[in-house]
């Protein structure tokens, strides 16, 4: 069976140690047990778990005070802390939470929302830790000069996606919770029966497997193209729409495509491309969230035409690009924003895939109402 994580099973019960590791290396998971506080933050230490079940009540050293110290060393700060517990008042959960937990699960615990939960803790832990590493790597990779912006430019869509993955996963995390805890109601009244069990384990399975598949989207948008490859330009803007505008309709801002014309394929590196569009429409977002006219429709109008080459126009309702501006839009680390909302390495690293990457051409003019991006391929 493949090995999904490792994970430190913390509680001065053994009977309960025993009973997670059994359910958990069931399912794949490689478990290892402590029976007191200070064991458990020694074998943080030692072993490095990738994530740790974390009891409360314990006799020399309470769950608090092993996340707190946990957290307060470098070395195992970054290990989430799922505390597992019998104590179900509110302010017992949201003291967990403060201390650094990621999550509170309640006793009697269920094999099927244990599994659940570690499950989706530790991918969401697995890609952080992976785009942490990749970042990492390239910056000790590409030092100095132009290689140095690439990279300030990915940790920054970085950034951007672990904000749009934790806004996909918002809604199915609170559908496995609540499914949790109808089946510990359940178990309280007597009213847990095998078809009830069966229709909560596949909510849950339903709602992880939405999840794994969004990270999958994710991991697969950030992989850059090894080589030019022929693509579709409205697949490629299609992909984008479909993963972020869930995240822009939170804003109150609707993505729209217009497609004008037929075979809308090129030479090129798709992701890259895709990154592109990204950086286009998000800094079309910005432009509208600081617009001082609020009356106005929020709307980003993405078309692809077809005529003798194809085109790609951004349009957005955000009120244009002050006209002395307009010219160093594209330089680096020009920014018309605040200091905490842009870098301005995105749409000058946009311009450097597009123009000497991708041999196409970038522009922008303003339009009424907004501005208008323009890729010429």
Known sequence: MENKGCVLAVD?????????????????????????????????????????????????????????RLKANALT???PVIFISALTDVAEKVNAFKCGGVDYICKP?????????????????????????KVEEETAKRRGGEQILVQQSKM???????????????????????????????FTHNQLDKEYLHSSVTTIISQTDFMLRTADDFRNFLRPSKEKIRFNVRDAV?????????????????????????????????????????????????????????GTENKIDITVRKDDRITITIRDTGGGIPEGMIDKIFKPYFTTKAPDKGTGIGLYMSKTIIETNMGWQLSVSNVEGGAEFRIDT
């Open 12 to 68: 001065d019960q053994p009977i309960n140690v025993k009973l997670l590791s059994v359910q958990l290396q069931s399912a794949g998971f490689v478990v290892l047990m402590a029976y007191g506080g200070q064991e458990a933050l020694d074998m943080a230490v030692k072993h490095m778990p990738d994530l740790i079940l974390l009891d409360i009540m314990m006799p020399d050293m309470d769950g608090y005070e092993v996340c707190r």
């Open 77 to 79: 700060a970054g290990i």
């Open 109 to 133: 615990f269920q094999k099927e929302e244990v599994i659940s939960r570690v499950g989706t803790h530790l991918n969401l832990y697995f890609l952080q830790r992976s785009l942490k590493e």
């Open 156 to 186: 920054a869509a970085m950034g951007e996606m672990l904000g749009m993955i934790a806004h996909q996963w918002k809604q199915p995390l609170n559908a496995i919770s609540a499914t949790a805890q109808d089946l510990e109601d359940a």
């Open 238 to 294: 299609e992909e984008v729409i479909s993963m972020f505008s869930p995240y822009f309709a939170k804003s109150g801002i609707a993505l729209k495509l217009w497609l004008k014309g037929d075979d809308f394929t090129v030479t090129g590196y798709p992701n890259e491309f895709k990154q592109v569009v990204l950086n286009l429409i998000s800094n079309s977002k910005d432009a509208i969230l600081s617009r001082k006219d609020k």
